[in-house]
Nanobody
Framework: QVQLVESGGGVVQAGDSLRLSCAAS????????MGWFRQAPGKEREFVAV????????YYADSVKGRFTISRDNTKNTVALQMNSLQPEDTAVYYC?????????????????WGQGTQVTVSS
């Protein structure tokens, strides 16, 4: 079993930055992927970004490309999401997700474990 705990959410104004962090514990593998998803009220959970653990490759949703950066710290089993130039449409609950398979997965179905989520609210 893998446990994921997110932190770093909050309320910010448009144009501000925020950094989310996710700590993974439990049974982890040496070669896996970590992703961030988000879910706004009344909407489906959508892909935001993913990073592979071994190679450090990344992939982003078009809506956040150039503003968000995903990174990982292998020594601490953590993954971060640096969010810059935040906009009201970025308001959502952000979820960290773990996939036991290496790859740049964008579908929710490719992830086996999820964190509890952290709220990000961006006011205009």
């Amino acid at each position: 079993q893998v446990q994921l705990v997110e932190s770093g959410g909050g309320v910010v104004q448009a144009g501000d930055s925020l950094r989310l962090s996710c700590a993974a514990s439990g049974r982890t593998f040496s070669n896996y992927a970590m992703g961030w998803f988000r879910q706004a009220p009344g909407k489906e959970r959508e892909f935001v970004a993913v990073v592979t653990w071994s190679g450090g490759r990344t992939y982003y949703a078009d809506s956040v490309k150039g503003r968000f950066t995903i990174s990982r710290d292998n020594t601490k089993n953590t993954v971060a999401l640096q969010m810059n130039s935040l906009q009201p449409e970025d308001t959502a609950v952000y979820y960290c997700a773990y996939s036991g398979r290496p790859g740049l997965w964008v579908s929710r179905n490719d992830y086996e474990h999820w964190g509890q989520g952290t709220q990000v609210t961006v006011s205009s």
